[in-house]
Each structure stands twice: as C-alpha cells, then as structure tokens.
C-alpha cells in the first residue's frame, strides 16, 4: 500500500517562501506521476502542480512563475518550492501519485494526510 508523508508547511508573511517536501513508501517517485493539490476552506480541491515519470512538469495558471515542482531520486522525494506567497495560496496541500491521468483528474488513490499553508501578515 502507498503512503504519502508530507511536510513542510506552516505561516509565512506575504511575499514569503516555503518548501514542502513529499515522501512516498511503495513505491518511487522516478516510475510515477507525482502531483500537489489544495484546498482551502469551503472550496474545493485544486490540482496545483504535476511532474510524471519523465520529469515533464505542468502548474495551474494561478500559481506559474511562482512555484516549482521537483523530485530528487535519491532521496526518492518530490518538492513544492512555494514563492511570492499570496494570502490566495493559503490551503491545505496534498500529495498524490499515481498514474498521470489519475493524478490530473485526482481519481489516484494515493494521497498524503495533508499540510497546511497559511500566508498572512
């Protein structure tokens, strides 16, 4: 069974920069799609960014420019770089893996607990 571990999350100042960082047991990053979705309250789940197995990646108009995905196969981890924070990005985020199309459409069934991201002054 696959168990997503996510960490990294926390209150940052507008402006301000985070990493979060995902780690899967069962299996590894390199074979799959990876992705990062997020929620905030009374809206619903968003998928953020994505990276497949061939290292192409693709992000939601909302946050290009400003957050990068990225895996490190060695330490079988993938990231979220989060910068220029924005009060608009303060949600719970969630990672996922699986097949692409499962990731894009969010039907995996591998999805971390969730870490939350608040951006406030």
């Known amino acids: 069974q696959v168990q997503l571990v996510e960490s990294g999350g926390g209150l940052v100042q507008p402006g301000g920069s985070l990493t979060l960082s995902c780690v899967p047991s069962?299996?590894?990053?390199?074979?799959?799609?990876m992705g990062w979705y997020r929620q905030a309250p009374g809206k619903q789940r968003d998928l953020v960014a994505y990276?497949?197995?061939?290292?192409?990646?693709n992000y939601a108009d909302s946050v290009k420019g400003r957050f990068t995905i990225s895996r490190d196969n060695a330490k079988n981890t993938v990231y979220l770089q989060m910068n220029s924070l924005i009060p608009e990005d303060t949600a719970v985020y969630y990672c996922?893996?699986?097949?692409?199309?499962?990731?894009?459409?969010?039907?995996?069934?591998?999805w971390g607990q969730g870490t939350q991201v608040t951006v406030s002054s």
């Open positions: 996922v893996a699986g097949s692409l199309s499962a990731v894009v459409s969010g039907t995996t069934r591998s």
């Open positions: 990276i497949t197995s061939g290292g192409t990646t």
């Open positions: 069962g299996i590894l990053v390199s074979f799959v799609a």
